[in-house]
C-alpha cells in the first residue's frame, strides 16, 4: 500500500468513526467499535474513501447514500452487538452497555426515540438509526 492509499484508507476510516460516533457514545467511540471491525465492514461492502468523504462533505445528501453505506453500517451494528440481522436495534445490550456511566440517562432517551425507526430493510434501518443518534446530539 503506497503512502496515497494509506492516507485514503486512513481518511475513509477516519469519517466513518466520526460518522458512527455518534450511533450509541455522543463523548468517545464505543469501545465494540474497534478499528478493525469498521475497516472489515467497509471492506466486505466495498465503501471507498470517497463514498465516505461525499456523505461527509453533503455532496451526498443521507437520504441519497449507497446501499453498500448503509450496509456497513448494519454490519458494524451487528458485530459490534448492538443489532441483529434483521435490523433490530438490540436496546437492552445497548442499556446494559451504559448502565454504569454518565451517558446512561441521554442514551435511554434517544433509544426510546430511535430505536422505532425503521427502514426499507435491515441496512436502511441501520443507517436510520445512525441518523436519529445523529441527530439527537
Request: charged share 25%.
Amino acid at each position: 500500500m503506497n503512502k496515497r492509499s494509506k492516507m485514503r484508507a486512513t481518511l475513509a476510516l477516519t469519517l466513518l468513526l466520526s460518522c458512527l460516533t455518534g450511533i450509541l457514545s455522543q463523548h468517545q467511540l464505543d469501545t465494540a467499535v474497534s478499528k478493525e471491525l469498521v475497516e472489515g465492514c467497509m471492506k466486505e461492502n466495498g465503501v471507498t474513501a470517497q463514498d465516505l468523504a461525499d456523505l461527509h462533505s453533503g455532496k451526498v445528501k443521507a437520504e441519497d447514500a449507497k446501499d453498500n453505506v448503509k450496509c456497513s453500517t448494519q454490519c458494524i451494528l451487528v458485530k459490534s452487538g448492538y443489532m441483529d440481522s434483521t435490523g433490530k436495534l438490540l436496546t437492552d445490550k445497548v442499556k446494559a452497555h451504559y448502565a454504569n456511566t454518565s451517558l446512561k440517562d441521554a442514551i435511554e432517551k434517544d433509544l426510546d426515540r430511535c430505536s422505532k425507526v425503521k427502514g426499507a430493510n435491515a441496512c436502511d434501518t441501520a443507517f436510520q438509526i445512525l441518523g436519529c443518534f445523529q441527530g439527537a446530539n
